[in-house]
C-alpha cells in the first residue's frame, strides 16, 4: 500500500453544497458513497483525488419506494437493502437477484446502488439488471437536473458520461407490463457468485397472450469494456414462441456478439463458453416469472 497523497474532505449537508464543492475542485474530485472502491484505490495508488465528497450526511438520498409509474431508490441505498426488499423482488427480479451475489456479505453492506453504476466496472452487478429493466439514474449539477438511462452511462472502463461535478443521486425502474419476466446469472471467480464475476447475464423478455415473446432484452457483463447489450440475441427472440431451440440460438448469437479479454479470472475463450451456457438459463428463468405472472 502507497501512503495517501494529501487531500481535501468534506461532508456536504446538501446536493448543491456537494455538487458545489465538486464543481469548484475540478476534474481530481472524488465522490465517496460506500467507499468500497474508493478507499481501496487511494490505498493503493490506482487514484489520487485533491478533494474527497462524503455524501453520507445528505439526508434523502436513501430508500427504496413506489413511485408514480414504478420504483425508485435512492443512490445511497445499501445493496443489502436492495437484497432484501420485497418490492424490489416483486417488480425487478433480475436487480434482487444480481444484489444478492454482488461480492460479498461484509461489501454489500457497505456498497451502494448509486456508487456501484458510477464505478462503471465491466464486470459490474447491477448495471445489466438495470439495462433489462430500462432503468434511468437521476443526476445532480450546478447546471441542474437531467436523467440519463443507466445503458447510455456507460462509455468504457471505469468510465462514465458523468462529469466530476455530477451526481447521482437516485434510480428509477419503470413499471413492467403484464406476462414480464427478468432474472439475473453470474459465475464468479472462484465458481461461486459471490466473487467478482467472469461472466454476468440479466436477461427479461416479455410474452404476448399467446404466449409467444413480443419484447426482451439480453445485457452482458465481464464480456466487454462496458456492460453491453445483446441485440441480436434479442433479435433471434422477439416474435418467437419459448422453447429450448430459440433460447439455444439466442444464446448462440450472444456468446458471438460479446468482445472479452483474457485475464487472471478466465481466459476469453472461456467466458465466450460461460455467456452460451448463462444466457440460455437466464432466458428459462424470467420466461417461467413471465408465465407465473410474479412481477406486478
Given at each position: 500500500?502507497?501512503?495517501?497523497?494529501?487531500?481535501?474532505?468534506?461532508?456536504?449537508?446538501t446536493i448543491d453544497e456537494a455538487t458545489g464543492i465538486l464543481a469548484a475542485a475540478g476534474d481530481d474530485a472524488r465522490v465517496l458513497a460506500g467507499g468500497t472502491d474508493l478507499v481501496i484505490d487511494m490505498k493503493t495508488g490506482r487514484m489520487r483525488p485533491s478533494t474527497?465528497?462524503?455524501?453520507?450526511?445528505?439526508?434523502g438520498l436513501a430508500g427504496i419506494e413506489e413511485a408514480e409509474g414504478g420504483v425508485r431508490i435512492g443512490a445511497?441505498?445499501?445493496?443489502?437493502a436492495?437484497?432484501?426488499?420485497?418490492?424490489?423482488?416483486r417488480?425487478?427480479?433480475?436487480?434482487?437477484?444480481?444484489?444478492?451475489?454482488l461480492a460479498s456479505p461484509s461489501v454489500r453492506v457497505l456498497a451502494t446502488i448509486g456508487g456501484n453504476i458510477g464505478r462503471a466496472s465491466p464486470a459490474s452487478d447491477l448495471g445489466p439488471p438495470l439495462i433489462v429493466h430500462g432503468a434511468t439514474v437521476a443526476v445532480e449539477s450546478p447546471e441542474g437536473p437531467r436523467e440519463d438511462l443507466v445503458e447510455d452511462l456507460y462509455v468504457g472502463p471505469v468510465t462514465t458520461t458523468l462529469a466530476s461535478h455530477e451526481i447521482i443521486t437516485s434510480v428509477f425502474i419503470p413499471a413492467t407490463p403484464r406476462r414480464f419476466g427478468s432474472a439475473h446469472l453470474k459465475i464468479g471467480s472462484r465458481g461461486g457468485g459471490t466473487d467478482i464475476s467472469m461472466v454476468g447475464v440479466s436477461a427479461a423478455m416479455t410474452l404476448d397472450a399467446d404466449g409467444s415473446i413480443v419484447d426482451a432484452v439480453i445485457a452482458l457483463a465481464s464480456v466487454a469494456p462496458t456492460p453491453m447489450r445483446a441485440p441480436d440475441a434479442e433479435g433471434a427472440l422477439i416474435g418467437e414462441t419459448p422453447s429450448e431451440e430459440v433460447f439455444a440460438a439466442a444464446a448462440t448469437a450472444a456468446a458471438g456478439e460479446c468482445r472479452p479479454i483474457s485475464d487472471l479470472r478466465?481466459?476469453?475463450?472461456?467466458?465466450?463458453?460461460l455467456?452460451?451456457?448463462?444466457?440460455?438459463?437466464?432466458?428459462?428463468?424470467a420466461l417461467e416469472i413471465a408465465r407465473n405472472g410474479e412481477v406486478s
Open positions: 500500500m502507497q501512503r495517501l497523497r494529501r487531500f481535501e474532505y468534506h461532508e456536504p449537508a474527497v465528497v462524503n455524501l453520507k450526511g445528505i439526508t445511497l441505498t445499501k445493496v443489502t436492495v437484497e432484501a426488499s420485497e418490492l424490489v423482488a417488480r425487478c427480479p433480475a436487480l434482487n437477484q444480481a444484489a444478492a451475489v478466465a481466459s476469453a475463450s472461456h467466458r465466450v463458453a455467456v452460451r451456457v448463462l444466457t440460455t438459463r437466464a432466458l428459462s428463468a
